[in-house]
């Protein structure tokens, strides 16, 4: 089996976003926790330690995340630009309302203020935070993820549900 580019096998993939039973449903719900512990390789998390930037962001919540890597996406009906931040404090039992928090806040302080550094201007804004380094689209049950995305109203991140 030969390697394809993300930006190609996007939609061909077997690997759903959510189980087929649901997602965990608190809050606002439809936010996507992947928080599946399994016996995995610590091989695909290490090779994507070389996208982590040196720059930490310290939120108001005292936790701190550090950007992984910026993806912007204009293939779609919309443009789509992903912010992926590595937080190893979310793999410690962190609590849903406090981490949809540090998301929002990273949507309206940090990835606002990056957009005109972006080729598109996006419709939509996606923020992860993972416990780990990850390749982004490749299924990593072992690392704990959160995903949330914000459309633009008014210069301000207003939440969506997936």
């Known amino acids: 089996m030969s390697l394809r580019p ?3 096998t996007v939609g061909l993939t077997q690997y759903r976003t959510s189980p087929a039973q649901g997602v965990l449903q608190r809050g606002r719900g439809g936010v996507f926790v992947i928080m599946m512990l399994a016996a995995g390789s610590l091989g695909q ?3 994507a330690a070389s996208d982590v930037t040196e720059e930490i962001i310290t939120l108001s919540s ?4 550090q950007l992984q ?3 912007e996406d204009a293939s779609g009906m919309a443009p789509v630009a992903r912010f992926r931040f590595v937080a190893p ?11 949809t928090a540090d998301m929002e806040e990273l949507c309206q302080s940090y990835a ?3 957009l005109p550094d972006l080729r598109a201007r996006p419709s939509l804004i996606v923020i992860s935070l993972s416990q780990a ?14 995903f ?4 633009l109203n008014d210069g301000r991140c207003v939440w969506e549900p997936f």
């Open 133 to 146: 380094p990850t390749d982004f689209g490749v299924p990593s049950p072992e690392i704990t993820q959160f």
């Open 62 to 65: 005292g936790d701190t995340a």
């Open 45 to 47: 998390a290490s090779s």
């Open 148 to 151: 949330e995305s914000y459309s």
């Open 6 to 8: 993300v930006h190609r």
């Open 112 to 114: 606002l203020g990056r």
């Open 69 to 71: 890597e910026v993806i």
């Open 89 to 99: 404090w979310v793999a410690d039992g962190a609590e849903y309302d406090r981490v």
